[in-house]
């Protein structure tokens, strides 16, 4: 079974703050690559920092939710098609 979840990966470099940092003067010497998944649960936006090896897994997981979501919506609008004009969506598959 492989993974499936919602969200986006993102990959930030960071100012730490300190004024006397390398990074508070120069972008190119910011911190990081930090990788961020976010993703809602329960009507609130979450953001957790992944390793580069999660992030690579989330990555194939949110491909793979992407791929069930449009399968979901193709197979609705069949449905959808078959309901309300039958033998409309080409050869039955049910008979």
Known sequence: MDFVASGTIHVRTKACGRKNCRC???PEQRHGP?????????????????????????????????????????WEHETASEILNPGSAGDSQGE
Do not use: M
């Open 24 to 26: 508070a003067t120069d």
């Open 34 to 74: 930090y990788h961020e998944w976010t993703r809602r649960k329960d009507g609130k936006l979450l953001h957790s920092v992944v390793t580069p090896d999660q992030a690579r897994l989330l990555q194939r997981a949110i491909a793979n939710f992407r791929k069930i979501q449009a399968l979901l919506a193709r």
